[in-house]
C-alpha cells in the first residue's frame, strides 16, 4: 500500500500536465498571447516537480533529487509571476526574475554542497518562492482600479498560496541543522494538504480570469466600430445611459453634441468608398484627440457621430462644437497623395432635466443638427 501523499502527488502531477495543455491551448486560440505561453511552461515546470518527488528513489544522490526540485519550484513560479507582469503590462525586467533565481539556486546549492544546512537549505528557496507569489497578487490586484471578481479572487489564491508556503518554509527552517522528525511531519503535512489545495484553487482562478479577458474582449468588441474604433450605435446608448444616470444624480450639467460631415455623397463619388472611409477614420481620429478622454464618442451610423460631454453648460459644449468644427474645415485629410477638404454640421443640446432619456436627448440634437444642414451647412445649432 503506498502512502497518501503518493496518491496526492500522482493527482498534482496529472492536474499540471492538463492545466499545461489548457495554457497552451489558450495561447494557440487566444492570439498568442505570449503570458497563456508562460503559465503553460509554468505548469510544465510543476510537472517535473511533482514527476521528481514521484520517482526521487531512483535518483542515486538525494542532494541531486533536492535540487532539481528546488530549480523547477523557482522556474514554475519564476514562469507564472513573469506570465502576470506581461498579462497587465507591468514593467517588472526579466532580468529581476532571473536574479531571484540565481539567488535562490546559490543559497540551495550553498547549503546543500558547501556547507550542509537542513533547515537553510529546505527554506530559503521557498522563501524566494513567497517572495515572488506576494509580488504576482500585487500586480494582479492592482491591475485595474476597479478589479474584476476573478482578479479579486486570483490574487487572494496567490496571497494564500504563498502562506502555505511561507508556513512550510518556517517549519523547515525551525528544524536548525538536524532533522526533526516531528516537525518534518508537520511540514508534510502542509505540504501535502494546504499546498495542493492553494495550488489548485490559484490555477483554476487564473483560468477564470483568463475567461473573464476573453468575456470583457468580446463585450468591448460587440460595442465598437470596427472602422472608426469609436463605440457604435449600441455601445453609445449604454454607455451614455450609464454616464447620465451617474452625472445626472451628482446635478451635473451634460450636454449632447450630434455632428455629420457635410456633403459624405460627393465625397464618396470624388474619391471612392475608399476615400470616404479614410475620412471617417481620420476625422473621428482628430475628433478623439480634441475633447476629453472621459467624453464619450460614438458613430450612430453612416456619417453620423454623437459626443457625450460632462460637467458642461450649453455655453461651453456650444464652444467645444465651434472649436471642432473650424478644426474640422482647416484641416484637409490625407488620402494618398490627395487631400480632402470637409465640413461638418452640428446639433447641440443641453440635458439638464433629471427625466430626460437618451434617445430623447439625441431626437432633440438631431433636430438641431437638421437646422444647420437646412440653413447652409458648417454650421453649430443650439437647440
Ligand atoms: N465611405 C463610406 N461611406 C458611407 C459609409 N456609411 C455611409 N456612407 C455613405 O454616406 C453617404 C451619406 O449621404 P447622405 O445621407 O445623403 O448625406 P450627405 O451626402 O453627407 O449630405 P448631408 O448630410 O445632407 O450634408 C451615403 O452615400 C452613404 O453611402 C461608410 O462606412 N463608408
Known sequence: MESPFTYILITLFFSSILLSIIFYMTWQTMGKQKYALMFSLSFLASTVLWANALFKSLFLSHNLYWMIGCSVSMLSVLLGTWGHCLRTNTPFHPAILLVFGIIGMALTYFFTFISPHLGLRMSLYLYIDVVLLMITSVVIIKHRKQPRPAEIGASIMHFLFAGCLFIAASIALFQGNVFDAELVKLYSIVNFTALPAAYVGMSVFVIYMLASDLAEEMKLLAMTDSLTNCLNRRGFYIQAKQKMIELQNQGQHICLIYWDI??????????????????????????????????????????????????????????????????????????????????????????GEKDISIEQAINLADNALYKAKSSGRNKVVFS
Open 262 to 351: 457635410d456633403k459624405f455623397k460627393t465625397i464618396n463619388d470624388q474619391f471612392g468608398h475608399a476615400g470616404g472611409d479614410q475620412v471617417l477614420i481620420s476625422i473621428s481620429e482628430l475628433i478623439k484627440q480634441h475633447i476629453k478622454k472621459d467624453d464619450l464618442m460614438g458613430r450612430m451610423g453612416g456619417e453620423e457621430f454623437v459626443i457625450l460631454i460632462d460637467r458642461t453648460c450649453y455655453e461651453d459644449a456650444t464652444h467645444v462644437a465651434e472649436r471642432l468644427r473650424t478644426m474640422i474645415q482647416n484641416t484637409p485629410i490625407h488620402f494618398g497623395e490627395q487631400r480632402i477638404r470637409i465640413s461638418a454640421s452640428f446639433g447641440v443640446v443641453e440635458l
